[in-house]
């Protein structure tokens, strides 16, 4: 049963991290193989791990228009309105570079690149999710990346799921390939025979897939750890505990580490949402995982007030925040910490996930005290330049050669006083 904190009186339990099985030795194995034996290894490995036994390892165009015309029309429709959505927000996250012009004939500037080329792994199997491959493509295309690698693990046959190929075309994956595990995550990092070498890994995976991530990062950059999912939903007394309850749920039904968390000063609601949450719990298809879920992570807090329930959020830094109150906006600008917020009793965290537009992809395990949210931001690298000239050099050089010798480094001084000292030797010699 969901348990009770009296918040300040008691301190929160502090959010244990799950524990993981150590796959470090393994996953280091599969990388090294890959590494060495590049597109032979994955098929060893995918028929080892997948029961696929691929001749060949890409998913053609042809493949992924047949996905599209064999998918559900009706789902077909959901994902091009989610795509539609997802794509205007992150159309607005679109950076600019700037330059600066100085009287004294100095340039300075940024200049906004694209990654040249992302991977993207998305989970097979029973772990099938058409959203993420949205969430993740949308925003690397708007940034501009040229070349985006999609990949993931085939069933038994060799095929992949078509609703994952009908959501890659839709979104703007431009190859996919038929592999997974920490040997996918291999091959997006050291390139193989088929495989490209990317800049970035991103997309969420199991223990191997987040460990390999870990491994080659350095080698390329990646997006996140991510950790189990979390929901902490700031209620009034003016709501429906049954919504409240299955808000909780939503998350529970995650993973056995998920964190549903409740923060309220009414009573009254929490004994309700309590009882609600135990009897929603047995209905569900996934209410073994719910049921460890809120055993073990499942919390309601009771405050003083609304903004102590915010007080709350803020220390916890949850994925998901609900403001499930009559003014959301007002509490609204008491957050300080939340990877996304849902505003209101019509927004629940599920529209998030699916349909709203902002960005699924977020920081667990607290982590949104200094992390943010997946965007197209994760996608572009910042460049700078500088112009000088002779004499706007000649200005700062001594300067720079006095910052140099204070540090140690003669050869830096001297790279800047030569300049001015062959000016100078140039001048007395033309007169």
């Known amino acids: 049963m969901i348990r009770f904190v009296d918040w300040p009186e008691q301190a929160l339990p502090a959010r244990e991290a799950a524990a993981a099985a150590d796959v470090s030795a393994d996953v280091a194995a599969i990388l090294a193989e890959v590494r060495q034996r590049g597109d032979a290894a994955l098929r060893d490995y995918t028929k080892r791990f997948d029961g696929a036994d691929l001749t060949v390892l890409e998913v053609d165009r042809v493949e992924m228009e047949k996905a599209v015309a064999e998918t559900d029309p009706d789902f077909l429709r959901i994902l091009r309105r989610a795509a539609d959505n997802i794509r205007t927000f992150h159309e607005l996250q679109r950076h600019e570079g700037f330059e600066m012009r100085r009287d004294d004939g100095v340039v300075m500037g940024q200049r906004i690149l694209p ?32 070349e985006l690698i999609l990949v993931t693990p085939p069933r038994k046959d060799g095929s992949v799921s078509s609703d994952i190929l009908a959501a890659a075309l839709i979104g703007g994956a431009d190859r996919v390939f038929r592999i997974g595990g920490a040997q996918a995550v291999a091959a997006l990092a050291f390139g193989t025979e088929s495989v490209p070498r990317v800049d970035k890994i991103v997309g969420p995976g199991n223990a191997y897939v987040a460990e390999a991530k870990r491994q080659v990062f350095g080698q390329v950059a990646i997006d996140m750890i991510a950790g189990p999912s979390e929901i902490l939903i700031v209620a009034d007394e003016d709501n429906d505990p049954a919504i409240l309850a299955a808000d909780l749920l939503s998350q529970a039904e995650h993973d056995k580490n998920a964190a549903a968390i409740l923060a309220t000063p009414s009573r009254d609601l929490a004994k309700a949402v309590q009882a609600e949450v135990e009897r929603q719990l047995a209905l569900l298809p996934r209410s073994e995982i719910a049921r460890v879920s809120i055993d073990k992570n499942g919390l309601i807090v009771l405050t003083n007030s609304l903004e102590d329930a915010v007080e709350v959020s803020n220390q916890l830094a949850p994925e998901h925040l609900e403001l499930c109150v009559s003014d959301p906006f007002k509490y609204l600008k008491l957050v300080r910490a939340a990877g996304s917020v849902f505003l209101g009793k019509t927004c629940p965290e599920a529209l998030g996930d699916y349909m709203a537009g902002p960005n699924h992809v977020l920081p667990t395990g607290g982590s949104a005290r200094f992390s943010s949210a997946l965007g197209v931001e994760d996608f572009l690298v910042r460049s700078q330049y500088s112009y000088f000239t002779p004499e706007a050099f000649a200005d700062l050089a001594g300067d720079v ?31």
């Open 115 to 146: 990654l040249e080329r992302v991977g993207l792994y998305i989970p097979g199997g029973t772990a099938c999710y058409p959203s993420s491959v949205l969430m993740n493509c949308i925003p690397a295309k708007i940034a501009g990346v040229r």
């Open 401 to 431: 050669a006095g910052f140099a010798e204070r540090e140690g480094l003669q050869a830096h001084a001297r790279s800047a006083l030569i300049r001015v000292e062959r000016e100078q030797k140039k001048e007395r010699e033309s007169k």
